[in-house]
């Protein structure tokens, strides 16, 4: 007789069935095989994107350089009296600022450039006295009858450089850039 009592026990029975064993995870020769793969590309991109990082840092000091020269140009013209722009080198740090040609670059507001940044001397051409590179601008905003240029390279960074120009007396500025052979002065940044 099939009752409630015994239907409830054939529920309840236990049955044997076979779950299967699923180990979840990887092989140790998975594991080296992708960490190998990561660390080989890891290599040949970490070059190039020190290099983009390089020449980001150094891009961003040539746009402040252009900045500041032509802020001494537009201080010139508005206040009718000679401006200067001013460059150095401070500690390792290169700082620029802006000031009167009758004040002395000591008593300038000096502000930093990033860091790794460095005046490149034998491509700098602006005129140097007591370790600051100088560019006047008269009331006309011209250049006091000197061009040049300022060139900046990267601590460590191969021969990547950047440069900005005063190119004519005029006052024109523009920026250029390292390039594989010398202009006619021996001067690869032009």
């Keep these: ?110 502000t930093s450039l990033a860091s790794g940044i460095q005046i490149d001397p034998a491509e700098t051409t602006l005129a140097q006295t007591n370790g600051v590179y100088r560019i006047q601008f008269n009331s006309k905003g011209q250049s006091n009858g000197q061009i040049g240029r300022l060139t900046l390279q990267v601590e460590n960074g191969g021969g990547m450089r950047r440069c900005v120009y005063v190119s004519t007396i005029l006052g024109t500025l523009r920026k250029a850039a390292n390039r594989p052979t010398p202009e006619a002065d021996g001067k690869y940044c032009y």
């Design 1 to 110: 007789m099939w009752t409630a009592k015994h239907s409830l026990r054939h529920r309840l029975k236990p049955r044997a069935i076979a779950i299967p064993i699923r180990v979840q995870g990887f092989t140790l020769i998975e594991l080296l095989t992708v960490v190998t793969v990561v660390g080989a590309l890891a290599a040949i991109a970490a070059p190039s994107w020190l290099a983009m990082l390089n020449a980001q840092r150094l891009n961003s000091a040539q746009d402040r350089v252009y900045q500041v020269m032509r802020q001494a140009q537009i201080e010139a013209s508005n206040r009718s009296i000679d401006w200067e722009a001013g460059f150095r080198e401070n500690n390792g740090i290169v700082e620029v600022a802006t000031f009167s040609a009758n004040t002395l670059p000591v008593h300038a507001a000096w």
